[in-house]
């Protein structure tokens, strides 16, 4: 391969990979490069990680750098604010280009166009690639220039734009050029929390690009045939969970794109559509940029929410009386995941029956998800609150009991997660205080001890939902 003289800067960020990284693939153009990840533990151009990202983080910077080894390689892992660190590297290894994918939260988008102006005075290439969604934000708009709001008519738009190209090959690095580059190693960064409930997210993950490739060859050979059945079925192991690898970057939407369609074509898959509703998530986050925190639909601005610590305290911790939104939330918490069925029930829960606002939810996910992403998780949110775009009707409240027994009829997923109902018969798995008080001894059970009772009646809670919305509804 006939490479360019000189010295690339490749900078990793959300794409911890060698395949499929077209930022990458440039700079391994050049005779040397110098791979950096920078961590930036003050940073005001990026929302700070929650700890369950946290983890993963570190998990997967081990993974990239061993990766690396292999090759007689290094990642070159630095601390402080971008600007600085890489205009040092600039002067120190006297590089002539620069490279990095973009990312999509509005202040990183800013961030990203000022470095790239005060990097162009210091080398003769900056590059900033496209490599996190499959199509670009300013390239599915509607005719008259504005952005969807719609996701079925966004979803129309963007499947005739996506086109099949070639992936980037696993990238082969050069050598570092000749000088002196200073790592700090990744258990230095203090990414990991200290309390010991990360062993359950050790038990079940393994970060790294490597190990992202074999969730999806397994996904697609075993799993996706049935993904339109099985992804609503909390017990089954029928979702591809592949969203960590894809929030890191382990591996590229590209390639999980096109793996999936050439089996069972684009215009078929219900795997693809959820792909394709991640892209609307992250062009309306472009689009919107004020909707982390603010409604889409600023009618709910005017919304009556309750600030209650208790019962948002008895919603973290899966102690609500209900089970299919306990083992959710205990789910969560042991794993740093819950699957996306209990995610819109948990979520309804907290924002229709205890009527508290969904950003303290978003928070709390955001902190406590491995897969944790901006876009993802204010778009599902608000979504789920009925302030978003194309949002489900606030009037939609669902049901725990009923959502249990439809989604879980066995109680197989609510005694995975809450052992303590694990002897009672399906007939009241989803519903236990409705058991007959002189049968609770005999399935283990003693409400508001053992299991609590519910913390609020949930037909009055709809009522209570409903009146609240009733105050807003004419201004939306």
Known sequence: MNRKKGIAIHWFR????????????EACSYEWVVPIFIWDPNSSW??????ASAWWLNQSLHALSAQLQQSDRQLIIAVG?????????????????????????????????SLRNRLSRQVKHVGIFDSYLLVEPDQALKKDGTPYRVYTAFYNTIRKIIKTHSLCPKAILPPLPPGN????????????????????????WYPGEEHAQRVLKDFVQNHSAHYKIQRDLPYEEGTSRLSPFLHFGEISVASIFHRVASLQGAQKSPFLKELIWREFSHHLLVHFPNMEVEPLNKSFEQFPWQQNESLFKAWTQGRTG??????????????????????MIVASFLVKDLLIPWQRGADWFWDTLVDANLANNTQNWQWVAGCGADAAPYFRIFNPILQGEKFDPEGLYVKTWCPELSKLPKKWVHKPWAVPEIKLPEFGILLGKTY??????????????????DRIRKKI
């Open 322 to 343: 209900y089970p299919i939104v306990d083992a959710g939330m205990r789910q969560l918490w042991k794993t740093g995941w819950m699957h996306n069925r209990v995610r």
């Open 46 to 51: 990026e929302r700070a990680l929650g700890r």
């Open 14 to 25: 959300r794409d911890l990979r060698l395949t499929d990284n077209p930022a990458l693939a």
């Open 181 to 204: 580059y200073p790592s700090a190693p990744v258990d230095t960064l203090n990414l990991v929390p200290l309390k010991s409930w990360t062993e359950g997210l050790a038990a079940l």
């Open 81 to 113: 604010n971008p600007v600085d660190i890489l205009g040092d590297m600039v002067r120190a290894s006297k590089a002539e280009a620069v490279f990095w994918n973009r990312l999509y939260e509005p202040k990183t988008l800013r961030y990203d166009a």
């Open 452 to 469: 609590p009772f519910p913390i609020v009646d949930h037909v009055r809670a709809r009522l209570r939902a409903l009146l609240a919305y």
